[in-house]
């Protein structure tokens, strides 16, 4: 990476973030997740994926480099997960990849594992210190993070700059959504135009054709809110000449976990400490950085949150558009805004990860069973 950026909250950088927007579905240039599944019998699967989401071609080409050594490095084997599988004795192992148009765009690999300790040294080269036991028909698994190691001291600098500018971002879009709020607490038939002009893009053809046209205080209101926005969505974008997001530069400053984490248990778990729960009953770490810090704070002081919304919903657009009725029907709230220095403490506060990841379950005793891999 260069050493200085364009942070996404100045003049220039927020007019090409208002670019990119429209044909952004948010997702980072390089995904990564890793699941760990447990079996009856106390076995386990160590699952790794990474996905590139961008294509090989993006005019950017501090992120095209970037881009081609994860390729590279993936179809050679020499990234950090391959080292990590290698570390072990599984009992048995898959590899798979995908390409798009001759692009590597995802690569997984599994091993299952009849060895509990032999998940410590998976993660050795982490800050994670992970312990997996069975004992007396239980197993737990903990998971106690370490410092996150994985950015520079000049990374930290500018993360620290840019935590401050997004901080004072969200303030100030937080103060125009309080107003635009107000104004349709007063005139609530205006709803329905005032905020499908705001989120238009997530719309059917037929309920953007019949949205019609805003008010002149309504269109300035409107206005204001999309461009606070703008500056606040802004961070999941690659800048011009940058290799990663700032949403991606703040997991290498905060999240000590190598990409995000979900357990798949054989049975509902007994005790749970620091996990948030998945929408299919699994265990997860989403990942601390930027916006998953922001997501954490949904409802604090504005419901619904229009750009949290749109993000979610940016991807899905076109199979499911936004169901605008049921957006106007709901409860608005938009508490008095806080400041700048409010905003970002209460980010910080999400930055920080769990003291212990725990969980127990009931462990069947039994041989090995490996036809579910």
């Not at 989401?53 to 950017?60: H, L, V």
């Not at 690569?107 to 982490?126: K, N, Y």
């Not at 209460?346 to 990860?353: C, M, N, S, V, W």
């Amino acid at each position: 990476m260069r050493t200085r950026r364009p942070l996404p909250f100045s003049p220039a950088a927020a007019t090409a973030a208002a670019a990119l927007l429209l044909g952004s579905c948010f997702d980072p240039p390089v995904r990564e997740t890793v699941e760990l599944r447990f079996l009856p019998h106390g076995e386990y699967v160590v699952t790794s994926r990474v996905e590139i989401t961008e294509p090989e071609k993006t005019g950017n080409r501090a992120l095209e480099r970037r881009l081609a050594e994860v390729r590279r490095a993936l179809a050679q084997e020499d990234d950090d997960w391959s080292r990590r599988f290698a570390a072990l004795a599984p009992a048995a192992e898959r590899f798979a990849w995908e390409k798009h148009l001759g692009a590597l765009h995802r690569v997984e690999r599994s091993a299952v594992l009849d060895e509990p300790a032999q998940l410590a040294a998976f993660f050795a080269d982490t800050s994670l210190a992970v312990s997996y036991e069975v004992r007396d028909g239980l197993g737990e698994l903990a998971v106690v993070p370490g410092p996150a190691g994985r950015a520079t001291r000049r990374q930290r600098r500018e993360m620290d700059e840019a935590l401050a500018q997004w901080s004072a971002s969200i303030a100030a879009y937080l103060a125009a959504a309080e107003d635009l709020y107000a104004y349709l607490d007063r005139r609530p038939e205006r709803a329905r135009a005032a905020l499908g002009s705001l989120l238009s893009d997530l719309l059917s053809e037929a309920d953007r054709a019949a949205l019609g046209t805003l008010e002149e205080d309504e269109q300035r209101l409107v206005e204001t809110v999309e461009q606070a926005m703008e500056k606040v969505i802004g961070v999941l974008l690659v800048a011009p000449g940058e290799e990663l997001s700032l949403d991606e530069l703040s997991h290498l400053v905060y999240d000590p976990f190598p990409a995000a984490l979900r357990v798949r248990l054989p049975v509902p778990p007994r005790e749970v400490e620091g996990f948030e729960r998945g929408a299919e009953g699994e265990l997860v770490v989403p990942g601390l950085g930027l916006w998953p810090a922001l997501r954490a704070l949904e409802g604090r002081w504005l419901s619904p949150d229009p750009a949290l919304l749109y993000v979610e919903r940016r991807g899905r657009r076109a199979e499911a558009p936004l169901d605008l009725a049921e957006l106007v029907a709901r409860e608005r709230r938009a508490a008095e805004a806080p400041t700048a220095a409010e905003v970002r403490l209460a980010i910080e506060e999400r930055l920080q990860p769990a003291s212990l990841y725990r969980a127990t379950w009931p462990v069947t005793p039994g041989e090995s069973d490996l036809s579910d891999f």
